[in-house]
């Protein structure tokens, strides 16, 4: 867009009202995920801040930086945050609302105050948590487990336990908010089978947070409930059960691991087609794979509580539906793979953080085979192979899935482009930091470190070293991003509508857009991902 | 009336399409999270049914079975009140919508009687619990059960009737047409399924080991 | 717009339910042993069932309705029958 033009263009939706006011009031579903971006980077940093405390601790074999239970906050807090208020709602309430109604052609989400009221729901939620946790803080791991965090715990269990049912209520709102969307706004041709993946993607995770995340709020308001009145249902010394708190507990904590990486899964598959400038390979079972998965993840909750107690027969079950559920992740990565196979590959950051995804993600998924059978998972549960294991998912492949997400729309949100070198750069930071904190983690697993111990026999040291020196990097790793992104702000917003060359109708309005996305709904004729490889991004 | 048609849809059959949507998946949220509650419910019972049999005696069948009586009541004078904007009856949406209110309150009248006896006869979990006899422990999870889900139930129809104020005022505005009647529809569905989810919990905590 | 329902349907729905109310707390003051159980949920799953087919016009809505509407009730049957495998099998 130049500026010198003298038609009267509309603004964009950055400038379209000015004041705290403007954008604290909005409904604009663009604005709302500039919200959220702020808030959950600002969360990001506090749960990285707990971990890099964590990881100093175990520098060194015996317990010298913090104590015991500190220690168990500091595990305990981090993974709260991490699980609930960054990676479940970073790509959906972040690049979902941004994208979505673009996406399918629409003006906004189809109830713009149910989305702002979840991003107030977020923020209430979050900095209640905050509170909880800085005052007294939380020591029960984020599995809060009974009866220690119902009956012995001497932490803020309640008002954590409040602050995450207030937080479910906002991931529930922008579900609704998806699903309705996509059932009832698409644009006229725009149908099922021509939507891009992205949407397949939130939709099916969207479908997950409906049906999993009422079951973590009622139990949190039973574990509540219990921690408050001491009643007993989950405490065996008052005739309760504590395996009773983990049925419930996981029924939404397993596809809510699905729900953080659904939506990579759909970003990675916008960001292979543009920069292999080919097609999705297998478009139908793309999508078939990924309402697969959000169907079957709801089966398998058990094998989080094979050594628990639970009936060894229905281990069985639990453990082969759980191989089953890898098939369709398998087959997304084979997809992506013959996306690329012929295809025009050009480097830029957006495919540098697919390929990372498409390596780690199958290293963390096959790691998890391990997992999911009973016999190995005897010897690796509640090791540091876990940890790894889940880590190589979460931040290998959620994480790099919303940083390929991030960079990949960045020039459509903001109208500028960042500085590709320093991108590149901190990619490659990211990808070597990685590996090297996780990695020594499966080898630990293995050897029988146990995970949420402050302290370690010393032959494990050399490896916990690595590790730390490997977060250390990381860590590095995700403030350059910080640094450059920001520093794009200051170009002028001349990027263009698509910069990228990509297909989907959110490169067909302005860079950024203005507040209504498009002046007159668009009318869809073709398949998504018409690219072709004679033409390089 | 077109005004009520909001800038991002096409139209009002859209948005209408749109909002029940929204609604049903909000439904399939609640069916999960009562579901949840009373899943954990059945397998406790299952544990102790003799426990849970005698604590369950305590409550009183008649003020249960009244209860039932008037949601269902509340039921029909709702689905009338829908049925009535979808014929344009301004006066009797008005008239069912408080029939529907009063009969609301009724509940929760009788669910504050039901209440205090229980803080009468020292049954309150963890605050004020005294009960004779080998079950106690059992018998106070059965009245955390019965605390937690008639109270989560409770609380559903206060924000129930709360949102019937606000479509009291809408009818009384003349705003709820044949036209345009989509909020009252979907409060509807909420009504129902808050009746729903008390036709289970009826027989499931009041009624067992009766015989 | 949507199907308006005749009021006798509704008004012979309401009747069913108070009349399966009145029965279901009957049967319960005889002791059928485990079929108690069954009968109050046989029972509650019909009234259950008429109140959403009519009151929430279930009947009368689109296929995707049906489909949000047996979802739930799909899920629950996962959480309770799963976790209800364990207690059984323990």
């Given amino acids: 867009m130049k500026h010198n033009q003298t038609i009267a263009t509309p603004e964009d939706y950055i400038h379209a009202g000015y004041g705290v006011r403007s954008w604290l009031f909005t409904v604009d579903h663009k604005r709302i995920a500039i919200l959220y971006l702020l808030s959950i980077t600002l969360f990001f940093f506090v749960g990285g801040f707990f971990a890099l405390l964590l990881r100093l601790e175990l520098l060194t074999p015996q317990g010298d930086l913090v104590s015991a239970e500190t220690y168990n906050k500091l595990f305990t807090m981090h993974g709260v945050t991490m699980v609930f208020f960054f990676l479940i709602p970073s790509i959906p309430a972040v690049l979902g609302n941004f994208l979505v109604p673009m996406m399918v052609g629409a003006k906004d989400l189809a109830f713009p105050r149910l989305n702002l009221l979840s991003w107030y729901l977020y923020s209430v939620g979050g900095l209640f948590t905050l509170y909880a946790m800085v005052t007294g803080g939380i020591d029960t791991g984020w599995t809060f487990y009974t009866p220690y965090s119902s009956s012995y715990a001497l932490t803020n269990v309640v008002p954590v336990v409040i602050g995450l049912f207030i937080l479910g209520f906002s991931s529930i709102l922008t ?98 087609t543009c920069f292999a400038r080919k097609k999705i390979f297998g478009y139908h079972f793309m999508a078939f794979a990924i309402m697969g998965i959000a169907v079957l993840s709801f089966l398998v909750w058990g094998h989080h509580m094979f050594v628990s107690g639970q009936s060894i027969y229905v281990g069985m079950v639990f453990s082969a539906l759980s191989f089953l559920v890898a098939i369709p992740s398998a087959i997304k990565v084979f997809n992506w793979t013959a996306t690329m196979y012929k295809g025009s590959i050009s480097f830029h950051t957006p495919i540098l953080y697919a390929f990372g995804f498409i390596g780690l993600f199958t290293i963390g998924g096959l790691t998890g085979l391990f997992l999911a059978s009973l016999a190995t998972d005897v010897h690796l549960t509640d090791t540091y192979f876990i940890v790894a294991h889940f880590h190589y998912i979460m931040v290998g492949g959620a994480i790099m899935g919303y ?52 302290v370690y026999p010393d032959e494990f040291q050399v490896l916990n070293v690595m590790s730390t020196a490997g977060a250390t990097i990381l860590g590095l790793g995700y403030i350059i991003p910080m640094v450059y992104l920001i520093w794009s702000l200051r170009k002028p917003r001349d990027v263009g509508e698509n910069p990228w060359g990509a297909t989907g109708l959110e490169w067909k309005t302005p860079s950024p857009p203005t507040t209504h996305n498009f002046e007159s709904t668009p009318v869809v004729d073709g398949d998504p991902y018409q690219y072709s490889p004679e033409e390089r991004a | 009336m077109s005004s009520q048609l909001a800038h991002h849809f096409e139209d009002m059959s859209q948005q209408r399409e749109a909002s029940s949507l929204g609604m049903w998946a909000f439904i399939v949220t609640e069916v999960m999270f009562f579901g949840a509650v009373f899943t954990a419910y059945g397998i406790c019972r299952m544990m102790y049914p003799n426990a849970f049999g005698e604590a369950s005696n305590k409550l009183s069948v008649l003020l249960g079975a009244v209860n039932t009586g008037v949601l269902i009541c509340s039921s029909l004078t709702m689905a009338l009140a829908v049925r009535s904007a979808q014929l344009n009856k301004t006066k009797s949406i008005i008239g069912f919508l408080i029939a529907t209110m009063i009969l609301g309150g009724a509940f929760l009248g009788i669910k504050v009687l039901e209440y205090s006896h229980k803080i009468h006869e020292h049954l309150i979990p963890g605050l004020d619990f005294v009960y004779e006899g080998v079950h106690a422990p059992q018998a106070e999870i059965f009245f955390s059960f019965y605390f937690v889900m008639t109270g989560l139930h409770a609380l559903h129809m206060i924000i129930g009737i709360g949102i019937m104020v606000w479509l009291l005022v809408l009818a009384m505005r003349n705003r709820l047409t044949d036209q345009y009647y989509a909020p009252i529809e979907i409060t509807g569905l909420y009504w129902h399924l808050v009746d729903i989810v008390w036709i289970f919990l009826f027989p499931l905590i009041y009624l067992i080991g009766r015989a | 717009m949507s199907q308006v329902v005749p009021q006798k349907v509704y008004l012979l729905v309401f009747a069913t339910l108070m009349c399966l109310t009145l029965v279901t707390v009957d049967v319960a003051f005889y002791n059928f042993g485990i079929l ?28 995707l309705t049906w489909v949000f509407a047996i979802s739930g009730i799909f899920w629950l049957a996962i959480l309770f029958t799963l976790t209800m495998g364990d207690y059984l099998t323990r």
Wanted: proline share 6%; aromatic share 18%; hydrophobic share 55%.
């Fill in chain 1, 175 to 272: 579900a609704l908010n998806f699903i309705a969307t996509i059932h009832r706004m698409r644009a006229p041709g725009l149908t099922w089978f021509r939507l891009p993946l992205f949407i397949w993607a939130m939709y099916a995770t969207s479908v997950i947070t409906v049906l999993g995340t009422p079951v973590i709020a009622i139990t949190l308001v039973l574990l509540g409930f219990e921690t408050a009145m001491g009643a007993g249902i989950f405490d065996p010394a008052l005739g309760g059960d504590p395996i009773l708190f983990q049925h419930l507990f996981w029924f939404y904590s397993h596809p809510a691991v699905y729900i953080m990486i659904l939506p990579s899964m759909g970003v990675i598959s916008e960001v292979v």
């Fill in chain 1, 403 to 454: 940083l390929a997400g991030l960079h990949f729309w960045w020039p459509k949100i903001t109208g500028r482009m960042y500085n590709e070198a320093w991108a590149k750069f901190s990619a490659l930071i990211l990808f070597v930091g990685f590996n090297l904190t996780f990695f020594p983690q499966f080898i630990l697993g293995h050897l029988g470190m146990p995970r949420r111990y402050y």
């Fill in chain 3, 36 to 63: 108690n159980l069954w009968v109050a949920l046989a029972i509650a799953t019909f009234k259950a069932t008429i109140v959403v087919m009519y009151f929430m016009h279930v009947k009368y809505s689109s296929k």
